[in-house]
């Protein structure tokens, strides 16, 4: 009972802590190999280059561009390259193996699940809720009511292709 | 007779304890195929036993249903066995109806393992996100809906149909309404593309072969309960990383096109990228899940220079709802 506590006033604040996080300098790490260059466009002058894994500071961000610095340089670098935050490379490199083995959170880690966990025990274990199930049928709007949602928060929308696989698929 | 429904019923059992035994052992997609052989001789045995006693009628004769079959069917020499084990869902190409109501049976169970958020504003605007963001995917007619579900757990849910949820510790982890939309786009495009339903449709295959789906079954509850298996199980499940990664890019795709700022959904990947694997409220996430780490990598792979010109995108965090607790 008393540890359950603690998981609730952890939990509470761990919003806080990430809040913290990211006033302090921030830094990041490189989640591939990408070129830095000298301005924010794909066609600007290649400045150097950093592999997966390398420390990077980041200094700005602007549209889908960060400006970092390197221990060699300072440019910018697409921001979907670089892991934001200055998590240890051990804990990364767990994480990443973690993942490329599909074995992430598996074993006692599914126990220490905190408060009102939903894991897969009580995924298994739950009964249909017929009234929850109409609550959230009650909410279901329509296509008009949702542009009128977008037309208030001035949203309008783009041309925009859906993105494909890359070539090759991913790595 | 009585005897003989008995034997085979007990049959039924056996089996179906193997294919269950089977499935906890091995990944879906290699049983699916190791098994399937043989579990179809199983059935075809098994109905041919029960066929036997009578006069075996040739398969000339139309079928005779007694749910109307929407489909012509086109080959009648397999018509015995395959009318046996057709079942009133149809499980080969659902209509959308029946897509809706198997994607209702699974968020219902959800909802039994969490319910809603009593905040009827905070789901409203959920609702109100979810369906703008819908209405730029390919299937805008689906009566899409949308729930924040009160779990400290840091996942989302997407169930046939347009049925999607998110946990209150996912929603607080967000900061404005561009993350909320890339977060539901990505549920969205599990939808759209029927990865759950799909993973279903192989798992049936299973059962029909186990026999699970003869006329005792044939109500359209118990069907359905039968496929999904037990509670919100499916919900745990993992899909192929290629549709985790495909989710991906839809859902920052429906976000852009929605007037959003198009990073909305790498943002939350970069949050939850920092929450380490040993807190056990993105156990189930990170299990059923690519690493974020992997999925910004092939966000960005996929991305290139496609975003480079996308501009004026909004966040709208003054407008977004925050949560009373």
């Not at chain 1, 300098?25 to 950093?50: C, H, M, Q, W, Y």
């Not at chain 1, 909410?139 to 949602?149: D, K, P, V």
């Not at chain 2, 969490?114 to 996100?129: F, G, R, T």
């Not at chain 2, 059923?288 to 965090?317: C, Q």
């Amino acid at each position: 009972m008393k540890k359950l506590k603690y998981i609730l006033i952890a939990a509470s604040f761990l919003p806080m802590l990430y809040a913290g996080l990211s006033i302090a300098a921030e830094t990041g790490s490189a989640l591939k190999k990408d070129s830095i260059r000298a301005e924010p466009f794909a066609d600007a002058r290649v400045t150097g280059n950093f592999n997966r894994g390398d420390k990077v500071e980041i200094l700005k961000k602007q549209g889908a561009w960060l400006q970092v610095k390197t221990k060699k340089n300072t440019g910018w670098v697409r921001l979907l390259s670089i892991k934001r935050g200055s998590s240890s490379a051990a804990n990364q490199t767990a994480g990443i193996l973690a993942a490329a083995s599909g074995r992430a959170g598996t074993g006692q880690v599914v126990s220490t699940t905190g408060i009102r966990g939903l894991g897969e025990e009580e995924l298994k274990a739950a009964k249909f809720n017929e009234t929850e199930i109409k609550t959230l049928e009650g909410y279901t709007l329509s296509a008009e009511q949702g542009r009128q949602f977008a037309a208030a928060g001035n949203l309008k929308t783009i041309a925009f292709s859906n993105l494909k696989a890359p070539k090759g698929g991913s790595k | 007779m009585r005897l003989s429904t008995k034997i085979s019923m007990n049959k039924n059992l056996f089996i179906s304890a193997l294919v269950a035994s089977q499935l906890a052992g091995l990944s879906l997609q290699s049983a699916a195929f190791d098994i399937k052989g043989a579990l179809k001789d199983a059935v075809k045995e098994q109905m041919d036993q029960k066929k036997d006693p009578k006069t075996d009628t040739p398969p000339v004769t139309a079928p005779e249903n007694k749910t109307p079959s929407t489909t012509p069917t086109t080959s009648t020499a397999t018509a015995p066995v395959a009318e046996e084990a057709k079942p009133a869902f149809n499980w080969k190409n659902p209509s959308q109806e029946e897509e809706i109501s198997l994607g209702r049976e699974i968020a219902g169970n959800l909802l039994g393992a969490a319910p809603l958020v009593k905040d009827e504003a905070l789901q409203k605007y959920v609702n109100s996100v979810g369906r703008w963001i819908a209405s730029q995917s390919d299937r805008p007619d689906l009566p899409w809906r949308f729930g924040v579900i009160d779990s400290e757990d840091f996942n989302a849910f997407a169930a046939p149909g347009g049925y999607i949820v998110l946990t209150k510790g996912l929603y607080r982890k967000l900061n404005n309404e561009a993350q909320l939309a890339g977060v539901l786009g990505h549920e969205i495009g599990h939808v759209v593309k029927k990865h759950q339903l799909k993973l279903l449709q192989k798992q049936q295959l299973l059962n029909l072969g186990a026999g699970f789906l003869s006329d005792r079954f044939a109500k359209d509850n118990k069907l359905v309960s039968k496929a999904i298996g037990s509670g919100a199980e499916i919900s745990a499940r993992s899909l192929d990383k290629s549709a985790e990664y495909e989710a991906d890019r839809l859902g920052v795709s429906y976000a852009t096109r929605a007037g959003y700022e198009t990073f909305g959904l790498a943002d939350v990947l970069q949050t939850l990228g920092q929450v380490s694997k040993n807190d056990g409220t993105v156990a189930l996430l990170f299990k059923t899940h690519p690493h974020p780490d992997e999925r910004l990598a092939a966000l960005g792979d996929a991305v290139g220079g496609k975003l480079d010109n996308i501009k004026n995108g909004k966040t709208l965090e003054k407008r977004f709802y925050l949560l009373k607790n």
